[in-house]
Structure formats: C-alpha cells, structure tokens
C-alpha cells in the first residue's frame, strides 16, 4: 500500500512507508501536548494516536482549571492512509513546520471544548533515552521519544467561558513518541501471565528564566533503574529557525535522583526533590510543590471507555467531566497524572510539569499491590 510519503526519501525498510517493520499489533505513534497558564490557573491536553495494525487513529482534547472540572472530548476514527492526514471529526492537527510549529483546531461540538491553538518551539528538538519494559521474553513496551519547549497562542472555548492563550503566558511542551506499547483491548489466549505488572515513572520538564531542564525516572518494582536521564538547554526567545530539529545546544547530567513526599493512603506526589548531577560531581538539588493536578485519563491514558487504540467504529466522538478534588485517587485510571509545579533550586525559580504513574509493586514506596496506597 502506498501513501504520499513514499514521495519523499524516508523509507527506512524496502517497503512502503505505511508498511512497519514490526508487525506487532500494539505499535503506535503518538503526539501528546500540553500547555498551562503561568500562574498555574488552567492546564490543557492534547493527545492523537496513530495505531497502524488496528486501523484506528485517536485523539482527545482536555481542560482543568485550579478548583474546578476536567472536561475532555474524545474522538475516534479508521486510520486513514495517507499518515499526514491527522483530523477526527471536529478535532485537526497540522504540522505547520516540522520540529517548530504545530495548530490544533476543534470546532464546537457537544463537550462544550473548542479550540484555535498555535505551539510554537522555543528549543531544539530533545531526544530521550530509549524506553523498553519486559514481560518475561516479550517486549511489552519499546519507544523512542523527543520533546520540544515552547509557547501557545490562540483560544480556548469552554462551557465556563473563553480563555485568551497568550505566547507570554502559557508554556507547553509537545511530546512525540513512536514504537510499541500496550494499547486497545486486551490480549487474548494463551497462558496468563505471571506475577504482578509494576511500573514507575516521573518525568520532569521544568521553565527557567533563561534555560530548561528536563529529568526522567523509570524503575522497576524494586527501585532498580530502567532509565535515568536528565539534561539542560537554553531557551530561545523566539522560535528556531534553520532547518535542523536539534540546535546542538542540549547538555546531559550524568545521573538524576528523587525523593518523593505522598498524600498519605494514595500514590500521588504531595511534593518532591530530583537532585540533578552534573560529570562533575556538582549537584542541583531542584524542590517541587504542585499547584494543579491533571488527569491523564482525561486524553485517553487509562480512561475505561476511551482508552487508546481500541476499535469505536468509522467515526466516534464522546465527552467526559469530572471533578478531581472528588476521584478515589487509588483506582487505577486515576493513578496516570500531571501536575503543575513551582520549583526552585536555591537560587532560581520556575514552573513546569510533574508526570506521574506508579502501576503495580514499588517497593521504595512500600508499596506491594496493585493498588495499594504509600502508609
């Protein structure tokens, strides 16, 4: 099967580009944005995926406000051929330049959410680590993944009211990851599995004045590092231009460690301390205190109706509102978060996210079910 993207000289295998190289059915590739106020007022997130051995393509738009409901549209769709066509119904993202600009549009619809947003980048492109979990001699999870820091402009339309989305206010990252992960309805057959499934995960992309630092935790269920990573870049004032996605700018710590304070009897982080090493043994000891949480349920993750990759039909759109100061925070689809948080390190201040999953056993935590919470 050919698209238009065989026009170009992509090809990576001697198929065509619609042709993976794994035929493994929870491929993905996926597109996760998300963009908050600076005073930590509102926090917006964007999610559309392409599952190409499903034959579906999804996405979901969602808003909190401090004190208020998370409202979410969800739309899903046959995955269409041609990869570059990347709307569902109402919803629309169009990679106005690639590596620097994208627009998301949703038209009204009965979610009362609409938008008109612009990100535009404000670093190079950041490469992460390879991502991959096991479960016994499978793969369960294997992905690539690069950020980008940047600013949103444009509207958001919502059943409280519009919000006007200034470049001077509002920060945003936009995330994009491709590879293999659970995803859709469950497997079927075979023998079951053993043990418990358990997995840990913070990630930390924080706004300096002038620079952004960025840290990734990833464990197993005894604490043993899967992936630790954490690197510096300088911001610029105005978007890149050049036609290189990485500016040559990034820096890599050698190491990033963690110390997690939980609201009691849950799994969600009340605050927490990253303690970044430099090669040279010099340490950046950077303090978070949230300030906004949101649910990542809320685009997708974990959502019991609208999760990713699952078959709605040839076009399926739906909503969701939910008040997060009222969730039971130890169900599992409640577990996946975001959170904005003020951050120092002694010296400096600023503002970013704090992602945080812990599924399963996490023994550092003293956690040992599935969905136990911290004593």
Known sequence: MLNLLDDFPIHQTCEPVAHL??????????????????????YFGIAMGLYPHRSV????????RRDGLQRSFFASRRAPAERTVMDVGPFRMVNEVPMRRTRVTLDDNESGLACDLVF??????????????W??????????????????SGTIRTPEGDIAVSADRCLGIKDRSWGIRR????EVG?????GLFSSFFLWLPLFWDDHITQAIIFDDRQGRPLMREAMISPLHAVEPDGTSAED???KHYATVRHQVDYHPQTRLARSAQFDLRAHDDSLRSISCKPILRFHMKGIGYGHPEWGHGRWKGELAIGHDCFDPARLDLL???????????????????GIGTMEQVILGPYEPAGLAGMTDGVA
């Open 57 to 64: 393509l999804d996405c979901a738009f969602s808003l909190v």
């Open 21 to 42: 190289a794994t035929t493994d059915r929870n491929a993905y590739d996926r597109f996760w944005m998300c963009g908050f106020s600076d005073d930590g007022e509102w």
């Open 120 to 133: 535009s980048a404000r670093t190079g492109a950041i490469a992460e680590a390879r991502q991959t979990l």
């Open 190 to 194: 075979g023998a079951p599995l053993t």
């Open 135 to 152: 479960s016994g001699s499978r793969r369960t999870m294997d992905a690539t993944r690069f950020d980008l820091f940047g600013r949103w």
């Open 331 to 349: 169900q599992m689809e409640n577990f996946h978060v975001q959170q904005v948080v003020r951050v120092s390190d002694g010296a400096r201040s």
């Open 248 to 250: 040559g700018l990034l």
């Open 183 to 186: 995803v859709g309805e469950p």
